[in-house]
């Protein structure tokens, strides 16, 4: 039984107030703290802000502190609900309660981080590990496979201060054997590609933008390309480490068009044609294995038209915005076949979880993320071990809310050692590792 809900305004990776809650049951006070993006979906689930100008710029949250409080906890409480057996139920209560299609009477942030806590209060209820609760929860099989990580290693976009308009370059250590190999193995390629950032434009571009990757002065994909090409080549490792784009192209799309150089005071407008022959271009010349994100979230026709010949994981970040409708929609159009699952965008882990499930029923794949504006809580860790997604993105190797996902992954891995258990790598199946 709830014994109590709390919550407290906290802050994020980049300053800013996030909501935090603790649920409290006989076994004791669980702890969620909920990020937030910074390139956002237009159909996202509604963070309830303060908006008051004089507290924190007007972005505080203690209106969804409140919320928790006041509203969502007597609720909860009341309706005695467990959180070992009813993750479900306690979900749909909290949907119920805000009674909105985008959550913006409660506020995503206050539901999500209520939704967290009590996940992680039911698999402590039951002494299981929360990656296997969250498994017991979606229905995946065994083994557990562990993920192949993608470091974001050079930002851009809205992520970082340089001219460079796609938002994140990374790197995948498909060639790993575990998931520890692969965190060693993108650790190092991050500390040379620092050394091949400060060698050719010297100590001040070894800045970073909000989730750990550097920021040099590049305007152009491939500038950002060629610099992993030189570092992993370096490592050893060209022939074990693929890359990876995320354009976050909605950030760039005005009047029909893209803007290459949106953050600047010139522009370069690509046509949708004129865009997917500069992604062809790249996918010719660098080993890319996933693109995320190529086209604005209301372009549904790019989008269907470039997958077509697309044969590479092609994943839809604001275009479905973890949302089951949009995944329905996507696939009705085949507009992409892979689904990425923020847990903020929907607002609570069962909505999550039916998201990725449906995907699979598509036979696509999910691709697990953070967020932008992130905290140091590692639930997305396990997530994607419990979903068996194969894959996730967690930022560079760089800076403790970054880093603590990576840990908790690698804790992981070793406790499922320990006891003995099958405990797979996802490597090069990273797309179909729930059918593994």
Known sequence: MIRSIQAAQR??????????????????????????????????AVELRDEKPSVYGGKGVETAVQKVEQVIAPVLIESGL???????????????LDGTKNKSNLGANAILGVSMACARAGAASLDIPLYEFL????????????????????????????????????????????????????????????????????????????????????????????LLVQATADCGYSDRVKF?????????????????????????????????????????????????????????????????????????????????????????????????????????????ISAANLAYSFNWSVFVSHRSGETTDDFIADIVTGLRTGHLKSGAPCRGERVAKYNRLMDIETELKAKGETCLYAGTQFRVAHKI
């Not at 467990?82 to 119920?96: E, F, H, M, P, W």
Request: with cysteine.
């Open 11 to 44: 802050l994020d990776s980049r300053g800013n107030p996030t909501v935090q809650v603790d649920v409290t049951i006989d076994r004791g006070t669980f702890r969620a703290l909920v990020p937030s993006g910074a390139s956002t979906g237009a159909n996202e």
């Open 82 to 96: 467990r959180v070992g057996t009813d993750q479900k139920k306690i979900d749909a209560l909290l949907k119920d």
């Open 135 to 226: 498994r017991r929860e979606s229905g995946a099989q065994k083994p557990y496979v562990m993920p192949v990580p993608f470091f974001n290693v050079l930002n851009g976009g809205v992520h970082s201060g340089n001219k460079m308009a796609f938002q994140e370059t990374m790197i995948a250590p498909v060639g790993a054997t575990s998931i520890t190999e692969a965190v060693r193995m993108g650790s190092e390629v991050y500390q040379q590609l620092k050394k091949v950032v400060v060698k050719k434009f010297g100590p001040a571009a070894a800045g970073i933008g909000d989730e750990g990757g550097f920021a040099p002065p590049i305007s152009q994909p491939h500038e950002a390309l060629d």
């Open 244 to 352: 990876a784009i995320d354009p976050a192209s909605s950030e760039f799309f005005r009047n029909g068009k893209y803007n290459l150089r949106f953050k600047e005071s010139t522009s370069d407008n690509r046509t949708p044609k004129q865009l997917m022959e500069l992604y062809h271009s790249l996918l010719q010349n660098y080993p890319i294995i996933l693109l995320e994100d190529p086209f604005a979230e209301n372009d549904w026709n790019s989008w269907t038209e470039f997958n077509k010949e697309c044969n590479l994981e092609l994943v839809g970040d604001d275009l479905l915005v973890t949302n089951t409708k949009y995944v329905q929609e996507a696939n009705d159009k085949k507009a992409c076949d892979s689904m990425l699952l923020k847990i903020n965008q929907i607002g609570t882990i069962t909505e999550a």
